[in-house]
Structures are given as structure tokens and as C-alpha cells.
């Protein structure tokens, strides 16, 4: 029998520093303290998170639930250093679907995985997954944080989000649909989450670094493309109790051409008039640099509008009202027609 002694392994020794998530646990405690809301029973720290929805203010709710990440926008922000704002982008892309199906997003988890923590990068990222929270009225109450070294290159991590919301029973979007209904689309404020594989084939193409001058911005390229995806909940929710609202398509991957279908029953199209809303600088430099068609460009990214709203003409002016006085810029797009489909007419580039 050998007397030669091994080195005693540690769980630190094989990449995972235990210490390092309890600092960052510390760490993000006030940023998420300061996204409570009525409803919330217990803070960081547990096996679970508690919820209660008749503090909440709910009688006879209907829960609705949404998970999405950020996909390859990541890819930005980790080359730039840049790491502010990517989990507004977490957030949005989760509550912009919830507030779709009528609901008010109560709460949010999220999930973030790396090789090796850095304490001060996570932070920034769950900071901004925060400030999203406390931007949508929904409170941050768990996560995960999971340091998986092998698995992740250095630097790299990945995220993940999930929300719940509520309505009461019987108010399920969309609702009541029909042709005639005028469609009103809120300005997006920039490429928001979804087409960045393209968007980073077109920039590699170009030559330009993250750092050189946007041509579309007065910024830096990569800061410029981090524009955080607009939060839509509280105008969305304001437009929703005004009534008049019959449905809500957050455009996101596929674009206007595949989303807004998916909020219309059988039988039912719209006619679109691309002249209606200005294409912001950034999509128009896509497609120059990328070649795109205009077709490709209305399926890949959301072409300037990221909500689209389904309302009745009755309700048109007092919608656009109540939407600008919370803060969007609201264009009158087209109508709901019969016969199934997305019909363009004019042009976007």
C-alpha cells in the first residue's frame, strides 16, 4: 500500500467559489429590496420566494407565466464591457409577453451562469435586471447565480428570466377581435433583444469595431446596439384599463410579419401602411450594410415599432391619448381586415 499523500481537493480548487456568490448575494440584497411591491411576503435568501396575490389586490386571479433571455446580444456585451443595462433587456423581454395576455407582472426571477464569478459584473447585470423590475412594477424576489467552471469560456455567461403575472378572471387578451379594429404601434428604441446574430454578422462584414463612432448614433457602435429594449408594461396596462384594447403583439423574433397573427383569430389579416412611422437610422444602416431586402427586415427585427396594439376605432383617439401621456410615441399603422395575412402597402426603406 502506497504512504503517498495526495493534495486535499476543495470545491474553490476546482473553479467554484462559494464565498464569491454569498458576496454577490450581499451585494445585489438593496437593489432588489427596492423592487418590492404589495404582494411580496419574503425577501433574498430563501429556498423560495413567497407571493401573496390578495395583498396584491386580486380577487379571483388567473396567473400567467413567461421565461426568455437575451440571446446573442450578450455576445455585445461581453465583448464591450459593457454590462448596464443587458438585464433590462431580461426583463423586457419577459413582462412586454405578459402584459400581451392582459396581465400585470408581479414578480421576476432570473438565472445567470458563468465559468468564474466576477462579483462586480454580475452585480451590474442584476442591478439592471432591477432597475427593469422596478421600471415594470414587478418585484425581484430569487434567483440563481451558478459558477460552472468548463462549461463557459472565460468571461462568457448566459441569462435567463422568468416572470408571473396576474389578471382577474375573464380579462384574457386578446379578446374580441374583429375586422375594423385599428392597429396603433408604439415606437421601439432601437434593435431591442431579437435578429443580433445577424446584426453581428452585418457588423463583422462592415470592419467596424465596437468601438469606432455608430454610423446611425452619436455613440459608440456597441454601446449603440446595447440600447436597452423598451419596457411597454405600464403604458400597456394604462391602455388596458382605459378599455378599447382588444390585443397586444410584442414584436420581437419574426417581427411584424409573424407577431402580430399570432394575436388574430382565424379568418382575420391586417393592412399594414409601411409610411405610417418613420424606420429609425439604425435598421435603415442594417439593411444597407447587410443588403437586405425589406421583406427580410420586416421578419428579422421589429422595424421600429415594438408593441402593436389592436383597438377598437371607437377608442382610437382616447388609446393614443392615454399612450402618449405615459411616455410612448403612438402610430396609427393600419387596420384589422378580413382574410388572414400581413398586407404592406408603401414602403420602409
Known amino acids: 500500500m502506497s504512504d503517498k499523500k495526495t493534495d486535499a481537493l476543495t470545491y474553490a480548487a476546482a473553479g467554484v467559489d462559494i464565498d464569491a456568490g ?49 440571446g446573442t446580444k450578450l455576445k455585445i456585451a461581453i465583448d464591450t464591457g459593457n454590462f448596464d443595462t443587458i438585464g433590462v433587456d431580461l426583463v423586457a423581454m419577459c413582462v412586454n409577453d405578459l402584459v400581451c395576455q392582459g396581465a400585470e407582472p408581479l414578480f421576476f426571477l432570473d438565472y445567470f ?41 472565460p468571461g462568457d455567461f448566459d441569462l435567463a428570466g422568468f416572470s408571473v403575472g396576474a389578471m382577474e378572471r375573464g380579462q384574457t387578451l386578446p379578446a374580441r377581435v374583429e375586422e375594423g379594429d385599428v392597429l396603433l404601434g408604439l415606437s421601439s428604441d432601437g434593435v431591442h433583444s431579437n435578429g443580433y446574430s445577424l446584426v453581428r454578422r ?15 448614433a452619436d455613440a459608440p457602435l456597441g454601446e449603440a446596439l446595447l440600447a436597452p429594449t423598451r419596457l411597454y408594461v405600464k403604458p400597456a396596462l394604462a391602455a388596458i384599463r382605459a378599455g378599447g384594447v382588444h390585443a397586444l403583439a410584442h414584436i420581437t423574433g419574426g417581427g411584424l410579419t409573424e407577431n402580430i397573427p399570432r394575436v388574430l383569430p382565424d379568418g382575420l389579416g391586417v393592412d399594414i401602411d409601411l409610411g405610417a412611422w418613420p424606420l429609425p437610422p439604425v435598421f ?42 405615459a411616455g410612448e410615441s403612438v402610430h396609427r399603422i393600419g387596420t384589422v381586415t378580413a382574410g388572414e395575412g400581413v398586407r404592406y402597402s408603401g414602403s420602409l426603406l
Do not use: H
Request: charged share 20%; with cysteine; proline share 3%.
Open 113 to 153: 451562469a458563468t465559468g468564474k464569478l466576477d462579483v462586480d459584473d454580475a452585480a451590474r447585470i442584476v442591478e439592471g435586471i432591477a432597475a427593469g423590475c422596478s421600471a415594470s412594477g414587478c418585484a425581484l424576489i430569487g434567483g440563481e447565480t451558478a459558477e460552472m467552471p468548463g462549461m463557459y469560456a
Open 284 to 325: 435603415g444602416w442594417l439593411a444597407q450594410e447587410g443588403g437586405m431586402e425589406e421583406a427580410e427586415l420586416l421578419k428579422t427585427f421589429n422595424a421600429g415599432l415594438g408593441m402593436v396594439l389592436a383597438v377598437s376605432a371607437e377608442a382610437v383617439d382616447g388609446l393614443t391619448w392615454t399612450l402618449q401621456e
Open 22 to 70: 454569498n458576496a454577490l448575494v450581499d451585494r445585489i440584497k438593496p437593489a432588489a429590496a427596492a423592487t418590492s411591491r404589495s404582494g411580496v411576503m419574503a425577501g433574498l435568501g430563501g429556498f423560495g420566494a413567497l407571493f401573496d396575490l390578495k395583498a396584491a389586490g386580486y380577487s379571483d386571479p388567473v396567473l400567467v407565466a413567461a421565461t426568455d433571455g437575451v
Open 202 to 216: 452585418i457588423v463583422e462584414r462592415s470592419g467596424l469595431a465596437w468601438d469606432a463612432p455608430a454610423p446611425f
